[in-house]
């Protein structure tokens, strides 16, 4: 049915048209001669009139005037009019040459003229027709737009295109001072963020749309309260970072989430530098299948890396991740491969058949409680994986190799963070004897990443509460993904050897604070809809993370939102014993103790405990 009105709605142009360019000829001719046309000039103008219309109408045809929506025409499909008949009427002068028809060219320019005029009232009446049948049907919601700029305004050329038949925008709201009482696009500016709950009232508002992807987190906070007072449905258009890293449209709007309100000013790479030590190269990704290591195989493969294999030891994580990247970039070569970086000789015939060039190191145990019931784990992948990794690297003679490390490296009160530290002094060592540049790179918790406290608090959500925090004053650093991994690989292209880079993580957010923000964003009232309980400080975990100890310092670096920790490395004679004595023993009061001798700074409950 739908069809059939679309070819009805076709052929109604099409007869429109014809009767226009029949007239608008005879008008012309009328004009030329004031009201009183010579019988021949009447009887060559009727003879050539049937060919002129036929002409036109398939100018019209193959230069798609049938084929356009004209129920969301703009300025370029008043272009496309004047094109149409300009051609046509260029064709038909031609013709007229060549046949030798006496048909005066003054006719044909008011012909143009005329027919331009009509054909263009024709299309205007057709939009307005549909546009009030529209409006007639009642169903259309009114939509307000946070943010008069440029994001706003081309939101509502997203809108007028697609969703006109079921929106009504009504206006926008923006602080900017300046803009009050002005418009944009054609729609008027009702007021400042702080009005949205009058203006949602007085215009009677069913959706509201944030349209500030540069915005940082406390602007789309505040924002995000406004709305809620109003009950409206309200949507976001997607921030820079997903613009940038998932091809994200400004008009794919979604609901307020987490990130928005952690959002940060935008990083700027420098893509040279970063090309210059990825592209063309091989790289080899350790932990691809998790949350960073998965982010670096899809943000180096927008730089044209030769080939990245895909290292992990879960078969599920790894298949999945390439398959979304098969699809993403099929031009891209990838190898998948299952092993366990603490088999050194799987190991090495990897190394040896693929000889990769960069190696990001993103496999290992993080799980904080769990590493604290089994250190020996915790030892074995965290440390001697890593070992493992980095002198093969050395020994196959790699350029890059980029250890993913955490703030728990510092000051560490958990097994996994001491494993960390260690990692990065064994990484210090071997980069004092090898052409291989190593470093790392340390930062802190991770939106969304695999394990982390946010998809919990979801979980717990949906399940009606409680959400559990461990305590009212725990804080801890966090960025998204994306913008993790970006900083990654800036760090990456920094790289002279042995350095430990630190990230610019923002403001610590309290964890309570978060799981109010999550509860709010799922429309509910915490301590009403949703109970909050404390459960208290699990085993190795802390109240406040750091990214430095009190011993190092930093420098900057050319990146402003990277800097360079001062650490001096540990006496290589008591590395290799230390890590002896770790490698021979499974003795959980060994291997802690040994960590203590490595890492004055750690402290372990569990060895005070035994004390």
């Known amino acids: 049915m739908t069809y059939l009105k679309l070819i009805r709605d076709k052929l109604k142009l099409l007869l429109i048209d014809a009767i226009i360019l029949a007239v608008m000829p005879l008008v012309a001719l009328l004009l030329r001669f004031e009201g009183t046309v010579p019988a021949a000039e009447f009887d060559t103008f009727r003879a050539c009139l049937p060919w002129m219309v036929l002409i036109s109408l398939a100018i019209f045809y193959f230069y798609g005037m049938y084929h356009r929506i004209w129920h969301y025409a703009r300025i370029r499909d008043l272009i496309a009019i004047i094109g149409a008949i300009t051609l046509s009427q260029a064709i038909i002068f031609f013709v007229t040459v060549m046949a030798a028809v006496s048909v005066p060219r003054s006719v044909i320019i008011l ?28 169903d259309r919601k009114n939509l307000l737009i946070v943010g008069a700029g440029d994001a706003g305004a081309m939101l509502v050329r997203e809108l007028e295109q697609k969703a006109a038949a079921s929106i009504c925008i009504v206006g926008f709201v923006d602080d900017d001072e300046k803009k009050q009482k002005g418009r944009l696009a054609g729609f008027p500016i009702l007021g400042t963020i702080s009005e949205i709950p009058k203006v949602v009232q007085e215009n009677k508002i069913d959706k509201i749309v944030i349209a500030i992807p540069s915005a940082d987190g406390d602007t789309i906070r505040h924002i995000a309260m406004q709305c809620r007072k109003t009950g409206a449905k309200v949507r976001i258009m997607p921030g820079i970072y997903e613009m940038m890293t998932d091809g994200v449209g400004m008009g794919e709007m979604r609901e307020i989430r987490l990130e928005d309100l952690l959002r940060r000013d935008p990083i700027h790479l420098d893509f040279a530098k970063i090309t210059n030590y990825i592209a063309g190269k091989t790289v080899l990704i350790t932990g691809a299948g998790g949350s960073i290591g998965s982010e670096i195989s899809r943000q180096i493969s927008r730089v044209g890396a030769k080939e990245i294999i895909l290292l992990g030891r879960g078969e599920n994580s790894i298949y999945e991740i390439h398959q979304e990247l098969k699809r993403k970039f099929p031009e891209q070569t990838y190898h998948t ?42 030892i074995k992948n965290n440390v001697f994986g890593t070992k493992n990794v980095a002198e093969l690297a050395d020994e196959n003679q790699a350029e890059i190799f980029v250890l993913i490390s955490t703030d728990k490296a510092v000051n560490p009160t958990s097994v996994m963070g001491a494993t960390k530290r260690t990692a990065e002094l064994v990484l210090q060592e071997i980069n004092q004897h090898s052409k291989t540049k190593f470093v790392t790179v340390r930062f802190g918790n991770v939106l969304g990443s695999r394990g982390s406290v946010v998809p919990l608090f979801e979980k717990q959500i949906a399940a009606g509460g409680p959400v559990t925090v461990t305590h009212k004053e725990m804080t801890r650093f966090f960025m998204t993904i994306p913008e993790a991994v970006q900083l990654v690989l800036q760090a990456g292209s920094q790289a002279e050897g042995g350095e430990v880079f630190l990230f610019d993580m923002g403001k610590p957010v309290k964890i309570k604070d978060m799981a109010e923000d999550l509860i709010r964003l799922h429309g509910l009232t915490p301590g009403e809809d949703i109970q909050i309980t404390y ?5 190795g975990e802390k109240l406040y993370e750091e990214l430095l100890t009190s011993e190092e310092g930093t420098t900057s670096t050319k990146h402003k939102k990277i800097f360079k920790a001062q650490i001096q490395p540990l006496n ?40």
Not at 535 to 539: D, E, F, K, Q, V
């Open 111 to 138: 012909t143009w003229l005329l027919t331009i005029c009509g054909v263009g009232a024709s299309r205007l009446a057709y939009k307005v027709n549909l546009d009030m049948v529209t409006e007639s049907q009642g």
């Open 337 to 378: 491969v299952i092993a366990n970086i603490t088999d050194r000789d799987r190991m090495e015939r990897i190394f040896k058949r693929f000889q990769p060039q960069v190696v990001f190191h993103a496999a290992a145990h993080k799980h904080v409680p769990l590493m604290e019931i089994q250190p020996e784990e915790a």
């Open 535 to 539: 459960t208290g400080l699990r085993p």
């Open 572 to 611: 290589e004679a008591d590395l290799k014993q230390s890590l002896q004595t770790l490698k021979e023993t499974t003795n959980k009061q060994v291997i802690l103790q040994t960590l203590k001798h490595m890492i004055p700074t750690y402290k372990s409950k569990q060895l005070e405990e035994a004390k």
